[in-house]
């Protein structure tokens, strides 16, 4: 199968004599034998806004604390301190399984982890493998500051903030304003990326960890303009623990070999 990715363009951008949207507007028009819009990487939209149900739990009474605007009164007292947005990737809707995902901010790296259920339950289950990978100093240090919405699996943010075991708070968890998803919009953004391997619609109980993980190594190391053609797990090394890239057993690909499509998987 033939595939134009951004990250082809990227990797051989002193070969090409033409832009990114050129190239785009050329295969549109056929002009460029041998490729068609066919070829090209399915674009996603971003999601609509999602209300909630009356049943399902909500974080109002800890908000008062943790909002966006105490968020941004954290990160201007620590300019350099590492934000970690986290949101939750669904399936299709005949299915509980869903995916919980982490991107760091310096680099882009983005880690996932499958959830049998979008619950609370879920999403403690997480953090404890965390910790326990991880270990206490490693795990606070790397996990200082998290964003995320006021998704029903994050209404209980003690589970996430707090060593259960001894009662310390190690994590300052910070939510967005209702329907400003924007606000953590650079993991918004890459879930395009997981979506073009994982197309709306799809059910990932069908999927193990282990798959997941492969995914996720392609993803982190597909070439990003913003990171001046470098790839996010390229990045991550001067920032982050390799215990924490461990955790998807994150394996460097190299640019030509990326495949960001579901045939990955396949």
Request: glycine share 4%; aromatic share 12%; net charge positive.
């Amino acid at each position: 199968m033939k595939l134009f990715h951004l990250q082809i363009f990227l990797t051989h951008k002193e070969e090409i004599r033409w832009s990114y949207p050129t190239i785009l507007s050329y295969i549109n028009e056929r002009l460029i034998p041998g490729l068609t819009n066919g070829d090209l990487t399915k674009r996603i939209k971003y999601p609509v806004s999602y209300k909630k149900r009356k049943d399902e739990p909500t974080n109002k009474s800890f908000i008062n604390t943790r909002s966006y605007d105490d968020f941004v009164s954290y990160i201007s007292e620590y300019p350099n301190i590492e934000v970690v947005e986290m949101d939750t990737v669904m399936s299709c809707r005949s299915s509980n399984a869903c995916l919980l995902t982490m991107l760091f901010r310096k680099s882009n790296f983005m880690l996932a982890f499958k959830l049998y259920s979008k619950k609370v339950e879920e999403i403690k289950k997480i953090f404890i493998l965390l910790r326990r990978e991880l270990g206490e100093e490693l795990f606070t240090y790397t996990f200082q500051c998290i964003l995320t919405d006021n998704g029903s699996e994050f209404a209980d943010p003690r589970v996430i903030e707090f060593d259960l075991e001894t009662g310390i708070k190690q994590i300052n968890l910070f939510y967005c304003e209702p329907g400003k998803s924007g606000q953590k919009g650079k993991i918004e953004k890459n879930h395009v990326e997981l979506r073009k391997v994982f197309p709306k619609g799809i059910d990932f109980a069908k999927y193990s960890q282990n798959q997941i993980n492969i995914a996720l190594s392609h993803i982190n190391s597909e070439p990003r303009g913003i990171l001046n053609r470098h790839a996010p797990g390229t990045i991550a090394r001067l920032f982050l623990n390799e215990k924490v890239l461990a955790l998807n057993e994150y394996q460097y690909i190299e640019p030509d070999s990326v495949l960001l499509h579901p045939n990955l998987l396949k």
